[in-house]
């Protein structure tokens, strides 16, 4: 990987840039260079190799629930098998209970799967990236702020602040929900912001959790999931009424845990809190479309989802996945902008972000809605689901792959 100084003259002018190295715009660049392109990327974070402590203590508060599908992925690019064992935990099953007594089970063996997800924290995934895209020879701006990007009709043209310029075939925006490259292409987003803020914090647990995910849907219309660390320890997602959140982020550690415990009906005993909780404000996104001219949109760039499945990262992963297959199958076609080749990356991810995003708000609405008659149905729903194998496989398998 060139890390070009400011002032310096590297080689500048690439097939793809991509605009943001967060895990997608890092999993996307050393697979862009396995197909035989050259590639940049940019962010204005250092593109660096987080230290991972050594022994079992200290657990970055950001984990993600990684999909079978995504883990296959991330392997292709040699990130997956680079993760630290130890720091990886396997979701073997996992419980979702209604707020009206209904519950629905899955469970990896039933599924012939060794895992439904596997949890794993944002440092040890970006510490397993960041040497991929150095040992792939992507060239990387970083850090660098974006000042202008212009387009012609064969390439687009990104300015830094620093007065460093990189042109390319095509510019992937990898820049997150608030992505400035999706403005500076003209793309208008509305996001819209659910009132509730997602808690994230870790506890020490008094029973073993035996690899379990637990899901709640509370009465009022918050969300409580528990995830498996490795040991007696989980990690929470609270995505709770913005003015409960506020509330729990003041509590003190051992208050915070009970109401975690009481909120998760103390179904692991005692818990502990493990490190002050933080908190992320959530909202929800749909573009008209995931490319432009000489661009494609990618990750949260491009589609902006409730965590309520853990799935925001996995699309992004798909994302990049499907480019990485369309620019694969170009044939004689050499420019990685072509719009033919954009618009087949559009076409296959229409329908697996649109479906997501339909299930995961739709669940959202169901379970915020106040009225009793929707209650009832939403709980028969979820136990009638719960005695449907088929059913059931069909809704894990599009959340595994
Ligand atoms: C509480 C919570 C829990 C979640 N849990 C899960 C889960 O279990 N599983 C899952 O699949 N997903 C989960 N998600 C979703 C996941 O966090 C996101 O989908 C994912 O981080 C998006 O990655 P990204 O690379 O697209 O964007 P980002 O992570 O936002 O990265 C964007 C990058 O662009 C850079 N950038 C942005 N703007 C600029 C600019 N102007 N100039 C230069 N650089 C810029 C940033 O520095 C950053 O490096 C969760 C989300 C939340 C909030």
Redesign the pocket.
Known sequence: MTVAAPGAEPARDYDVLI???????LALAPALVGLGLRVAL????PVAMPALPDGDADWDP?????SPGSATFLRSVGGWQALPPERITAVESMRVAGDGGATIAFSAYDLGERALAWIVEERALRAALVPCARIAGVDTYAP???AALAWSADAGTLDFDDGTRVTARLVVA???????VRGAAGIEAAIKPYGQT?V?AHFGCERAHHGCARQWFLPDGGILAWLPLPGHRISI?WSAPAALAAELLALDASALAARVAAAGQHALGVLETLAPPAA?P?AFMRLPASIAHRLAL????AHGIH?LA???????FGDAEALCAVLRERGPVTDAGAPALLERYARRRVEPVQAMQTVTDGLVRLFGASNPLLKALRNLGMSAVDRLPLAKRLLAQSALH
């Open positions: 605009a943001g190295a967060g895990l997608v715009g940019a962010d204005r974070m950001r984990v993600y629930a990684i660098r702020s974006f990898a820049d997150g929900l608030h992505s400035w997602a994230v997602v992320f959530l990618v990750g949260d760039a965590p853990g799935q925001g990262v996995n699309l992004g």
